[in-house]
């Protein structure tokens, strides 16, 4: 069974301090993998997206990995910043229109 | 560039009234479009999904339905609405080929009292 399951459920982490989200899979066959950050209220916003054979991938403070031998990726984010609070989202193709979605972590930062 | 349009952004409806949201994609032909609800705290449900003019596909069974009467429109409605209709819902686009992924509208918060 296709599923996306990301952890922690929810985080919550003082402001400048670092954070690793993390996402597993067992989607098959794999094409892609993307990470999305949702603010309250709404629509989700890429960050990353990631193909079979890429490691690693950059957005500013936010760093994507993806391990496709064991099936998971993580989201790290540097020097969190309050407008870090959201939910981040793994999603998970499957190679056609239809896209597998983790829950989410839902990541609070305090001042 | 691509842009993707959702409306009206909050709603308020009584039970048993018709329903009707609009999605539309501009710079971009023949998308991929979807209908997806999001319960308070939970993740994301996929309603429907559409490759083409006419081409509805429904995920789960419910009180609503999907129609794309043209290319880069992506209508969802129902003509009774329900209490547990109340959601967030977020209209998504994908290009032909599973690369690029979604983008998604900024939502329309659903409240039927």
């Known amino acids: 069974k296709n599923q996306v399951e990301q952890s922690p459920q929810s985080l919550i982490i003082l402001e400048g301090k670092n954070c690793t989200l993390q996402?597993?899979?067992?989607?098959?066959?794999?094409?892609?993998l993307r990470w999305y950050k949702q603010d309250t209220g709404r629509g989700p916003v890429s960050l990353t997206i990631?193909?079979?054979?890429?490691n690693t991938k950059s957005n500013g403070r936010y760093t994507a990995t993806l391990d496709a031998d064991t099936k998971q990726s993580s989201l790290h984010i540097t020097a969190s910043q309050l407008s870090d609070s959201a939910s981040y989202i793994c999603v998970v193709s499957g190679g056609t229109y239809k896209y597998i979605f983790g829950t989410g972590t839902r990541l609070k930062v305090l001042a | 560039s691509q842009t993707i349009h959702q409306w009206p952004a909050t709603l308020v409806q009584p039970v048993g009234s018709p329903l009707s949201l609009e999605c539309t994609v501009e710079g971009t032909s023949n998308p991929n479009l979807y209908w997806y609800r999001q319960a308070a705290g939970r993740g994301l449900q996929l309603l429907f999904y559409s490759v083409g003019i006419g081409q509805i596909s429904s995920e789960v069974p419910q009180n609503l339905s999907a129609s794309r009467p043209q290319d880069r429109q992506f209508i969802l409605s129902s003509k009774k609405l329900l209490l547990s209709d109340s959601g967030f819902y977020l209209c998504?686009?994908?290009?032909?080929?599973?690369?690029?992924?979604?983008?998604f509208g900024s939502g329309t918060r659903l409240t039927v009292v």
């Open positions: 990631m193909t079979f054979s890429e």
């Open positions: 998504a686009w994908s290009a032909t080929g599973s690369a690029y992924g979604y983008t």
């Open positions: 996402c597993n899979y067992t989607v098959s066959p794999f094409s892609n």
